[in-house]
């Protein structure tokens, strides 16, 4: 598909308000992104509904509607509880210490917190301390939103022990349930017998007038297919979506779309495209930011320019994630001005660059060969005074590792602490891969020993990723001399900063 024609997809009225003389020049002079002013982004509050009571023979959800300051106050409490059980104060001592408190919606946000590490156990302890009490009634809300917990956590087995005990408990199954149950086996490791397992599903959903398969069922499977490559199944999906009640929106194309994306699989992604415009489902800022990504990444600089361009003269309005996508893939393209132009037209339209979007400068002069410019950007952020995040400490230790330079990444982790950032397995991980590529076992052995200090234990998958990952980049190894260029690019700078550490 032609830049054109993408184009013409995407196209929407011209709303003159918006900015439409973008500049993409190679020859910009904004070159002094140091000298910008660093913001990290706070963290949003977390909202999330509240469930009520709801007799599990209904398949509708009954919802009271809860304000900003009722949900505030709820997750705040729930703040507290997490903050305050421990080893010493066993979690349901310290839920009985609240008892009076606790309601459902408390509950699901429980899940939620301690479904984002791996206390996936501890869920199944307040799962069972609210069958104790007086206000609990079996619910499917509940039951789904544990299968999805236990899902994500790569649990299938206790995701299907849940599934019978809510059968048990006299609720019959229900569309949401059984696209929880789906989204649990897809993450699971065998992602074949995984895809069978979700089409087993929706092919029985069928079958049952409660469980009819819904759009979000649709747009489960067809992600999962598409990031599997089977085009052809997803072909059979968007067929039968056509030919049932149920109407595919802009979370069905955008899903396929990034997948496809992602797998740079552009033809397909573009098929899916020109299906979206004959549905007359119009593109947001999610299709437009998946379409700069995937071309950017297959270095297809002039459809992507011209999906940005197309992107100011619609309704939409770019985000901090178009801007840093650009800025990283001209990167890897080493058109280094076309990334510091973007930078600026940050700023100009009146954007505040988020510590991610740094992170992406710094990745950028990085891949351009230019450390220099990418320490004084990571310089420029411990000057700000601002929380310095241990991402953004691996962007610079990996720009180092990248441009052949060990020594200067060593000198860099011997200053995180006084910078306020702790290393994590991450961290570890990148290091002990540049250290082996280069053979520093001096280096390796003091890494192995910060890692013992830091209670971070290199397991079995720790050297397969580390070492695998060295694997693979043996395969594109760079000309000695431009390592050769990158040190005396550093060397002035570097003995600066030892000065200071």
Same mark, same amino acid.
């Given at each position: 598909?032609?830049?054109?024609?993408?184009?013409?997809?995407?196209?929407?009225?011209?709303?003159?308000?918006?900015?439409?003389?973008?500049?993409?020049?190679?020859?910009?002079?904004?070159?002094?992104?140091?000298?910008?002013?660093?913001?990290?982004?706070?963290?949003?509050?977390?909202?999330?509904?509240?469930?009520?009571?709801?007799?599990?023979?209904?398949?509708?959800?009954?919802?009271?509607?809860?304000?900003?300051?009722?949900?505030?106050?709820?997750?705040?409490?729930?703040?507290?509880?997490?903050?305050?059980?421990?080893?010493?104060?066993?979690?349901?001592?310290?839920?009985?210490?609240?008892?009076?408190?606790?309601?459902?919606?408390?509950?699901?946000?429980?899940?939620?917190?301690?479904?984002?590490?791996?206390?996936?156990?501890?869920?199944?302890?307040?799962?069972?301390?609210?069958?104790?009490?007086?206000?609990?009634?079996?619910?499917?809300?509940?039951?789904?939103?544990?299968?999805?917990?236990?899902?994500?956590?790569?649990?299938?087995?206790?995701?299907?022990?849940?599934? /019978?005990? #809510?059968?048990?408990?006299? %609720?019959? $199954? +229900?569309?949401?349930?059984? !696209?929880? =149950? @789906?989204? &649990?086996?897809?993450?699971?490791?065998?992602?074949?017998?995984?895809?069978?397992?979700?089409?087993?599903?929706?092919?029985?959903?069928?079958?049952?007038?409660?469980?009819?398969?819904?759009?979000?069922?649709?747009?489960?499977?067809?992600?999962?297919?598409?990031?599997?490559?089977?085009?052809?199944?997803?072909?059979?999906?968007?067929?039968?979506?056509?030919?049932?009640?149920?109407?595919?929106?802009?979370?069905?194309?955008?899903?396929?779309?990034?997948?496809?994306?992602?797998?740079?699989?552009?033809?397909?992604?573009?098929?899916?495209? /020109?299906? #979206?415009?004959?549905?007359? %489902?119009? $593109? +947001?800022?999610?299709?437009? !930011?998946? =379409? @700069?990504? &995937?071309?950017?990444?297959?270095?297809?600089?002039?459809?992507?320019?011209?999906?940005?361009?197309?992107?100011?003269?619609?309704?939409?309005?770019?985000?901090?994630?178009?801007?840093?996508?650009?800025?990283?893939?001209?990167?890897?393209?080493?058109?280094?001005?076309?990334?510091?132009?973007?930078?600026?037209?940050?700023?100009?339209?009146?954007?505040?660059?988020?510590?991610?979007?740094?992170?992406?400068?710094?990745?950028?002069?990085?891949?351009?060969?230019?450390?220099?410019?990418?320490?004084?950007?990571?310089?420029?952020?411990?000057? /700000?005074?601002?929380?310095?995040?241990?991402?953004?400490?691996?962007?610079?230790?990996?720009?180092?590792?990248?441009?052949?330079?060990?020594?200067?990444?060593?000198?860099?982790?011997?200053?995180?602490?006084?910078?306020?950032?702790?290393?994590?397995?991450?961290?570890?991980?990148?290091?002990?891969?540049?250290?082996?590529?280069?053979?520093?076992?001096?280096?390796?052995?003091?890494?192995?020993?910060?890692?013992?200090?830091?209670?971070?234990?290199?397991?079995?998958?720790?050297?397969?990723?580390?070492?695998?990952?060295?694997?693979?980049?043996?395969?594109?190894?760079?000309?000695?001399?431009?390592?050769?260029?990158?040190?005396?690019?550093?060397?002035?700078?570097?003995?600066?900063?030892?000065?200071?550490?």
């Amino acid at each position: 598909m032609s830049p054109n024609a993408v184009i013409g997809i995407l196209q929407n009225p011209i709303n003159p308000n918006y900015l439409t003389h973008f500049s993409l020049s190679s020859s910009s002079p904004y070159s002094q992104i140091a000298s910008y002013p660093f913001v990290v982004l706070q963290k949003s509050s977390i909202k999330l509904k509240s469930s009520l009571k709801i007799s599990c023979n209904s398949s509708r959800s009954h919802k009271r509607s809860v304000s900003k300051s009722d949900n505030s106050e709820a997750y705040e409490l729930v703040r507290v509880i997490l903050r305050n059980f421990s080893d010493k104060e066993p979690l349901l001592s310290t839920l009985n210490k609240y008892v009076k408190l606790l309601r459902t919606e408390h509950c699901f946000m429980l899940f939620e917190e301690l479904g984002k590490s791996d206390n996936w156990l501890q869920c199944l302890e307040v799962f069972r301390w609210m069958q104790k009490q007086r206000w609990y009634i079996a619910d499917n809300g509940i039951y789904s939103k544990l299968i999805s917990v236990m899902g994500r956590k790569g649990q299938t087995r206790m995701a299907m022990w849940l599934f /019978s005990e #809510m059968r048990n408990s006299g %609720c019959r $199954p +229900d569309t949401s349930v059984y !696209n929880a =149950l @789906i989204t &649990a086996h897809l993450h699971s490791r065998d992602k074949s017998k995984a895809l069978e397992k979700g089409l087993g599903y929706f092919n029985k959903m069928k079958g049952m007038e409660r469980c009819k398969p819904s759009i979000v069922t649709y747009n489960i499977l067809l992600r999962a297919f598409a990031q599997a490559r089977n085009v052809n199944q997803v072909n059979a999906l968007f067929k039968d979506l056509e030919e049932s009640i149920v109407s595919p929106d802009i979370f069905t194309f955008n899903g396929v779309m990034d997948a496809y994306g992602k797998n740079g699989m552009i033809r397909e992604m573009e098929d899916v495209l /020109s299906r #979206m415009k004959s549905n007359q %489902c119009k $593109p +947001d800022i999610i299709t437009f !930011n998946l =379409l @700069i990504d &995937a071309y950017g990444k297959r270095q297809e600089f002039e459809k992507m320019e011209q999906v940005f361009k197309s992107l100011l003269r619609s309704k939409e309005r770019p985000t901090l994630p178009t801007f840093n996508s650009m800025i990283v893939n001209y990167g890897k393209a080493r058109l280094r001005e076309k990334a510091e132009s973007i930078f600026h037209n940050i700023t100009s339209m009146g954007y505040t660059p988020n510590y991610i979007t740094y992170e992406s400068v710094i990745v950028m002069y990085g891949l351009c060969d230019y450390v220099s410019r990418a320490r004084e950007t990571f310089d420029g952020i411990i000057a /700000s005074k601002k929380e310095l995040k241990v991402s953004t400490l691996n962007a610079m230790l990996d720009v180092y590792c990248l441009n052949s330079l060990p020594m200067e990444a060593d000198m860099l982790l011997d200053s995180a602490r006084d910078y306020g950032v702790h290393p994590n397995s991450s961290t570890y991980k990148l290091l002990y891969k540049a250290y082996t590529k280069a053979n520093m076992k001096d280096l390796l052995q003091k890494l192995l020993k910060c890692m013992d200090q830091d209670g971070i234990v290199p397991n079995k998958r720790f050297f397969l990723e580390a070492l695998g990952a060295f694997g693979s980049s043996t395969t594109t190894k760079k000309p000695a001399s431009r390592s050769t260029d990158k040190r005396k690019n550093t060397d002035a700078h570097n003995q600066q900063a030892a000065g200071k550490t």
